[in-house]
């Protein structure tokens, strides 16, 4: 029975990454570039915030969640004060020089970057009270962004190697770009010499518009500017660099196009295929409502959208 357990903490062990405390942004942010370590960072007002002194308490200082971590990271916090004086505001500056406070949006957030200073991801807000369910589900996101930090800066690296071949240059910005964390800084900037024909189409992803998209396509129809933007909406379309929740959102364009052009039954089978991409979310959700209010009420035999 001893040797089983003897066994068993090895195995745990093994499999739990090394966290790194480091006090301070500044230094941690050092000691992150000098390991190669992703730096994992939170953000709170525990002196003040209610919210961020509970999940600093019960969570972050939690046994089960720092257990479930499996890389090795930096561990950092940043607090920051309601009502600093003026010693206070000049230790701060000194300890967070570097980090970007307009990154953080509500307390308490964990952000992770990478060696290199960039901001892999940032959670807070609904999506880090999803995820403060379950320490182990934090972990293990944590876990995923600090894979995908190794990732790419092999891939970052293998691109310095193919500066001469554009063609395996443009590989590793594809697989670059399909990592799940937050894109490269002035990612046009620089990859557009790597890959001046974007053929894998990185470069259309980045520039789409998201509902600002949408929101040109209405300026356009009232500009009379309809067939040249279907045109355009169609070739896009015909394009498989985009991902499904942007082709979503291209349907719904070409959708409002052919409704003003009259097409009602077939700009209600865009909005329908444009829903199907998206039936849970609620851009698909909205989209759906939209269409049907725009032209799948006046069609026989069209269904109402639930809710």
């Not at 308490?57 to 607090?79: H, N, P, Q, S």
């Not at 896009?236 to 985009?242: D, G, I, K, P, T």
Request: proline share 5%; net charge negative.
């Amino acid at each position: 029975m001893s040797r089983i357990l003897v066994c068993f903490f090895f195995l745990v062990s093994f499999l739990c990454g090394e966290i790194t405390e480091v006090p301070g942004f500044a230094k941690a942010r050092e000691a992150s570039a000098g390991s190669a370590k992703p730096l994992v960072v939170l953000v709170h007002g525990s002196s003040w915030h209610r919210a961020s002194q509970l999940f600093t308490e019960k969570f972050w200082r939690a046994a089960d969640f720092r257990a479930g971590i499996a890389r090795d990271v930096v561990f950092t916090e940043i607090d920051v004060r309601q009502n600093p004086k003026e010693d206070e505001q000049k230790a701060f500056a000194e300890e967070t020089q570097g980090w970007d406070r307009g990154t953080v949006r509500s307390f308490p957030a964990i952000q992770i970057y990478g060696p290199d200073g960039h901001l892999l991801e940032s959670l807070g807000g609904s999506m880090l009270r999803e995820l403060a369910l379950s320490p182990p589900l934090v972990a293990s996101k944590i876990d995923a962004i600090a894979a995908a930090s190794a990732e790419r800066d092999r891939l970052l690296g293998e691109m310095d190697q193919f500066k001469t071949n554009p063609e395996e240059a443009a590989k590793r910005i594809d697989a670059l770009c399909r990592l799940p964390i937050r894109p490269e800084t002035d990612a046009a900037t620089k990859f557009r010499a790597l890959d001046p024909t974007d053929r894998y189409g990185w470069a259309a992803r980045h520039a789409f518009g998201g509902w600002e998209f949408i929101r040109a396509t209405s300026d356009r129809i009232a500009k009379g500017e309809t067939d040249a933007a279907l045109v355009e909406v169609d070739a896009m379309l015909a394009e498989s660099a985009y991902e499904p929740a942007q082709r979503c959102l291209i349907l719904a364009a070409k959708g409002m196009l052919l409704a003003a052009k009259g097409e009602k039954e077939a700009a209600w089978a865009a909005y329908q295929e444009a829903h199907a991409l998206d039936p849970r979310g609620p851009d698909g959700k909205a989209i759906i409502r939209h269409g049907y209010r725009t032209v799948g009420s006046s069609i026989p035999g069209a269904t109402a959208p639930e809710g």
